[in-house]
């Protein structure tokens, strides 16, 4: 089982940025692609990004286009995503898994490593 790492979340208010960090230390982004979801109390967990492990092409949710940004950092074995313009509906548990691309777009979570999950709240 792969371990994975977040960090970063926390409460900001609306108009506000987080950059929300997941920490592979112990296997090569070159190796596995890593995913960004989310769950807020009540619904289902959703994807919200993804970089690809094959070409470093990535994917975002049509509701954060523009706002979030993926990269990732090789030599720190560390994906990032910045988080711009964050608004109370965006408040949710943010979780990043690794995995085959296959599995990582189709959300197929039994096919996924996951991490801890860290609090993301955007309140006034």
């Known amino acids: 089982q792969l371990h994975l790492v977040e960090s970063g979340g926390g409460l900001v208010q609306p108009g506000g940025s987080l950059r929300l960090s997941c920490l592979t230390s112990?296997?090569?982004?070159?190796?596995?692609?890593i995913g960004w979801f989310r769950q807020a109390p009540g619904k289902e967990r959703e994807g919200v990004s993804y970089i690809s492990h094959t070409d470093g092409s990535t994917w975002y949710a049509d509701w954060v286009k523009g706002r979030f940004t993926i990269s990732r950092d090789k030599a720190k074995n560390t994906v990032y995503m910045q988080m711009n313009s964050l608004q109370p509906e965006d408040t949710a548990v943010y979780y990043c898994?690794?995995?085959?691309?296959?599995?990582?777009?189709?959300?197929?979570?039994?096919?996924?490593?996951w991490g801890q999950g860290t609090q993301v709240t955007v309140s006034s």
């Open positions: 112990e296997f090569s982004l070159d190796y596995y692609t």
């Open positions: 898994a690794a995995g085959p691309l296959w599995a990582v777009k189709a959300g197929r979570s039994l096919s996924l490593d």
